[in-house]
């Protein structure tokens, strides 16, 4: 009939009781019945006992006979209740079939349920099952009822019920710690907003107020001032209106939220995608957004505004020599005097700006930093081009004071192009451009000065467009030619290695390298043209080899940004490779300014090519300021004289005292010395007298056509016919021209 | 209301006579008894035959003593707790005595109480009498 099966299917264990009863007829049935029907007894005979029991051992339901000698169930089950982790064990009481005074005191001690005894051990088992059943789903509620508490303690939130009909607010525990009061505290509606700064309290009623006449749902954020430290916190506020059986509000429920540190760092990101980190000046982003704005106020009031470009002069230069912390503590001041220059707004602007007022657009006022060296100011609004002209001006003249970085003074200068709105571009993307060409200008025409766009500036800047995409399709449409300038021994009357030298020939016209080679270095095009150059070279050094046996060297003329690519030495070592031409084939000039703009980056790259035998020269020497300590152990193999010295040979002394000292200086460090520019005799006479002789210039030929060269050789040298070769037979010296030296 | 001298009485002439465990054990209460150990495994009719001897060894002493010294309250608890334990094994007349005891000594009726515990002292030999007939064929 009643066939021994698991009390309940969701829990392994057997339900574990203590029976409890004084009489051991009724224990044992009792006990034998329940077993019977999988539960796990444990038996007292005595409240004593069972409390013993209890003081080591927890069991899932407790069955309290209530009349007992000595302790009885009612006093056993107070003392129950009483001990730690028993507040909610579910107790349940037996009592006599007639005794309505034992039902009342088993309630008023704490049981959980009555039941009268009875040999109906079903009904018995079916009370415990639905105990226990009950006893699960409480302690589940408690479960998730703490941990609500604690989620919303940890999301620093909590919950609040308001009846309209009683007009009064209750606050959870939890919402009294959002507000920083401890759980007992009482609070209402006016203790709340007492603690909302004046002005934002007024507003926050008014939307209150709105919000309830509307039985609409509250949103809000609302700055709360702490009870202590004066704290001040971001309290997020969200309710729903509740309505009653007949549609009207009967009142609202909601959450408040301590917010502010997701506040701070929405800030956070937001300043960080609107700023420049280094500067804390508007970003490009931000920049843009706010001449957007500016543009469409500007349209709408019709002003005029304007775009200031400003790019920092040679800041290349000290970021090379300095180092990028100086340069960017360089950066900073930058930022920092241009920001004087202007009204400065460092509000994050975003979305609208409906609301400030009809001036609003002056909030836009800002310099920015575009990237690396390059800045912006935005006026939103000028009378006309002076007005934007005195800023200009006013930001070249602060940049005239020296700027302190890296332990010296450094002089920054700056360029800046103007545009106006609407005269110069009506889009933002106009704006920016033509600023950028009116700075260029500025550039072009010696630096550190402003001036207002103008289109015929614009003409220019496509001319130089139209030439550097020429350029580009240069070397593949075969455009560029190298051209040879004999170096000339004289005192053996030979020829002892060419200059190759770049030559564009573009519809028929030979552009000088001084047009285009500047246009290369600023676009890049220059590392390109040099490493064809390199394989043209190396070419050129093969075809001669086979020709007339020439077994000297094809100098080449590289620009510093080349010598710090890591590959140059492999790419020459390829060229020389592919044409199976010696390395010392290829010889290296690079200009002393070059060299020493960045020294440091270039040192590697001479050492590694003088290993594999590749000589260099150093071009225009004199010109710069060559740290002589430098000279002594650079390894370089040849010094240039620069033309300008030997221009004035003979007509001036200081030049050849420079001469002179530069000759001297190559000898006494072992380097060869090279005159550049050798057009006269009496130029030819004083180098020769002065130690120097190997030299370059018109006096012995032009640069010239690979195959002309040759035929110049052919013509002039073998033969030993030409004004500048002494004939054999004369004296070891040759002929001193008159004149002062 | 019957009186309850009367029915009494009669019951305990009643009881006096039978020796059928079946009129002092009710048959109901028997079966459901061996339900709770249908097989007999774990011994449950004699260690319940055995509590029940033990309980009353325990409690007649104090019944007789109650009734010598007039303590009421020792003879209630003593009612009290044999009206359960008797109700348990099916002694359902001496379960019934012992609540009409019970009863009559917290209502202060003293009158009749006497030859209620009589009739409660017979019951008790009547109980345990029977409660060893209904083992003896299974021992």
New interface residues.
Partial sequence: ??PAVPIDDDRAEAPKVLLVD????????TS??LR?RGFDVTEATSGETALRLLGDWLPDVIVLDA?M?GLDGFQTCREVRAMAGFESMPVLMLT???DDASITRAYEAGATDFFV?S???SLLAGRLQYLLRSSRTRQELERSKSKLARAQDLARMGSFDWRASAKSLALSVETLRVFGFPPNKSLGFRGLMRMVPGGERRSFLRLVREIVAHSSVLYADVTVKLPEGQRQRIIHVEAEPEFNEHGVVAGYTGIVQDVTDRRIADQQIRHLANFDTLTGLPNRRQLIWRTERALEQARRLGHQCAVLLIDLDRFKLVNDTLGHAAGDELLTEVARRLRSCVRHSDMVLEGALEGVGQRSHRLLEAVGRLGGDEFVALLPEVADERDAERVANRIIDLMREPIYVAGQDCFVTASVGIALYPRDGETVADLLRNSDVAMYAVKAQGRNAATLYHPQLAGRGRQKLELESALHKAIERDELVLHYQPKIDVRAAKMVGVEALMRWERNGQLIPPGDFIPLAEESGLIIPLSEWAIRQAARQAKAWQLSFGFADSIAVNLPNQLFERTDLVEHIHDAVSHYGVPHHSIELEITETGLMKDLQNVIPSLHRLNEIGVEISIDDFGTGYSSLAYLTTLPISELKVDRSFIRDLGITPQSAAVATAIIALARSLGLRVVAEGVETLRQMDVLHRLGCSVMQGFLFSKPLPAAELERWLESTVLPRKAPWIVPADEDAGPQVAAGPV | MLNPDHSLRDRAGLADAGTSTDEVLDPQALARLRELDPAGKTGLLERVLRAFEVSVARLVPQLEQGRASGDLHAIAHVAHTLKSSSASIGALELSRLCADCERRVREARIDGLDAVLDAMTLQIGHAVRALKHELAPRA
């Fill in positions: 009939m009643n004084d009489d051991e007829v009724n224990l044992l049935l034998a019945a019977e009349i000698p006599g079939l007639d005894k040999t109906q051990w």
